[in-house]
C-alpha cells in the first residue's frame, strides 16, 4: 500500500507544528516496518519550520499549494489532488490537520482536531467564514472520509454532540496525543526568569481563544493576595489570523511591568522556563488537546486550566488545577493553597506515549487496505 501523510500549518510552530513534530517519526518508522510505502506531503512552510521533516527528507515531497490562502488551497485540493495522487501512485491519504476530503480522492483518514468552529459562530472573523471552514474541514471530512482520529475523548463527544449520526460514530475513533515529551532531555540554557514567583502561558497569542485577559487577572489577584510579587510570562507567536487582536492585547498590557511577553522561543528555551516557572497557565476553553499542559506535566509542574475544557483532565490527569477563569480571587486562592500544600504534583502523569499513538494511526491506516482493494475490483 501507498500513502500519503499530509502535513501543514501556516506560521511558527506551535500546536499543530509540534503535534507533527513528535507524530511522524514513530508514524513513518512503523509503516516502513510494515512495507507501507510513505509519501509526506509538506507545506513549505511545515517543511522550512518542521526539524523531523528535515530529518525524514527522503520520504517529503514539499506542496506549495498546501501554503495558499484557504479559498486557492481548497480549488486546488477539489481540482488537481486527485489526478495528482494518481501521478504519484499514492492510494490512500491521510490528513493530520486541516483535512479537505472530497468523494473523488483516494480512501481517506481525516484527523480532526477540535470542532471549535461549531462551538463559536464567530471564531474566524465572522459567521459566514466561521460556517465556511466548518463545511470545508469538518462536515466534507465527516461525509467523505473513510475514517475519523480525533486526538482526545473530549473531542470526540463534542463531534458526536453537534452530529449525532449513529453511522457517524461508527468511523470515529479518539487516539490520544503522547504526553511525554522531548524537551526534557534538552540541557539547561539561561533564559529572563525571574527570582520571585511566576506563572509560564505557552502557545498562540490568540488574547480570545487562549483567555489571555483571564491569565493577566489571575496574576493580579495573585500578587494582592499573597503580596508576592509574582509575574506572568508568555512564550509564543502569532499567526496571521490572530495577529491584529494578539498586537492589541500586548499593546493593553504594556502598563503592566509584570507581565512580558518573550515571543516564539526554541526548544532549549522553552524547557527551561517549564523547569523554572511556578506553574503553568492554560486557560482556552475549546483546545481539543492542549499540548503545553502534556509538556507541563513532562517537567512536573501544576497547571492551572479552564474547568469548562475537559479535553485539559485528559492531557494533565493528576497535574491540572480546574478553576473558573472567570473568578480571578477564587482561582488565585485555590492555586496558592495548593502549592502551599505541595509545590509539585504528587506524581507524574503516566499517559500515552508517542510512540503509542503512532502505533494507533498505524492500525487505522492499515485497516484502509479492504476499501483499496474493494475499489481495484
Known sequence: MSVALIAHYLGPRLGIGQYLERLLPPLVAELTQREVEVTILASPNAAAKTPALAKLQDVVQVLPPLDYSPGKRYAWVATSFANYCRRE???????????IVLPWHPPTIAVIHDVNEWKAANKYGDRIKTWLRAAIYLDTSLHFAQQIIVISEATKQELLHFRPDPQLKLKVKAIANGNDSQLIDLSPVSIPAPTSPFLLSVGRIDPVAKRLPEAVALVSALREISGEPWELHLVGGMNASTQ?????????????????????????????????????????????FGLPIAEAVSFGRWIVVNQINQASLEAGGAAVISVAATNP?????????????SPFPPTKASGQQWHKTASAYVA???SLTKIIKNRQF
Open 89 to 99: 501512485k499514492i492510494e490512500a491519504v491521510v490528513w493530520l490537520s486541516n483535512p
Open 364 to 366: 487505522e491506516i492499515c
Open 244 to 288: 491584529a487582536s494578539g498586537e492589541a492585547f500586548l499593546k493593553s498590557i504594556e502598563n503592566q511591568p509584570w507581565v512580558h511577553y518573550h515571543g516564539y522561543v526554541g526548544d532549549r528555551a522553552l524547557a527551561q522556563w517549564y523547569r523554572q516557572a511556578t506553574a503553568v497557565v492554560f486557560l482556552s476553553e475549546n483546545e481539543g
Open 329 to 341: 480571587q477564587k482561582a488565585a486562592a485555590t492555586l496558592l493553597k495548593q502549592l502551599q500544600k
